[in-house]
């Protein structure tokens, strides 16, 4: 909707009306993770260290969103987030904002699937600075987001 909202209007009337992109979802989950001790080993190893090591596991988790059905919403430091219930895949394959009703159970299925999958994952990939597996938290929420 946005790319069609930016086709339609001229560039003039983009600020005024980007509001208009705003959309409001029913009982949506959203799963937040970050990993223990990352502030600390950032400080321990160097930069390019630091990517690499979030390039991997990242990396890995982007591969798990597609099988769990789930939609990658950003990416902040250590922060990886992700949704269910707001997108889904259409039949050209690109991703669409969801606007018809959808079972929040299922929904909520798919994250907590995806997040399992993920604590799979950290803990087979090592922390740059102690190669011990990497702990991450993880925090669920399924609720209205406007």
């Not at 190669?131 to 993880?138: A, F, G, L, W």
Request: charged share 20%.
């Amino acid at each position: 909707h946005a790319i069609q909202f930016l086709a339609m209007e001229s560039s003039e009337a983009v600020p005024e009306h980007v509001g208009q992109l705003a959309r409001a979802h029913k009982s949506a989950t959203l799963m937040f993770m970050d990993i223990c001790g990352f502030t600390s080993m950032s400080k321990e190893v160097e930069p390019v260290q630091v990517m690499a090591f979030l390039n991997t596991l990242f990396s890995q988790f982007d591969k798990l969103v597609d099988i769990h059905g789930v939609h990658k919403v950003e990416t902040a430091g250590d922060c990886y987030i992700v949704s269910g219930g707001i997108m889904k895949q259409a039949a050209d394959g690109f991703n669409q904002v969801l606007e018809e009703r959808h079972d929040p159970a299922e929904s909520a299925h798919r994250v907590l699937g995806f997040a399992k999958a993920i604590l799979d994952v950290a803990s087979r990939v090592p922390m740059p600075n102690t190669q011990q597996p990497v702990c991450i938290r993880i925090g669920m929420h399924t609720g209205d987001v406007e």
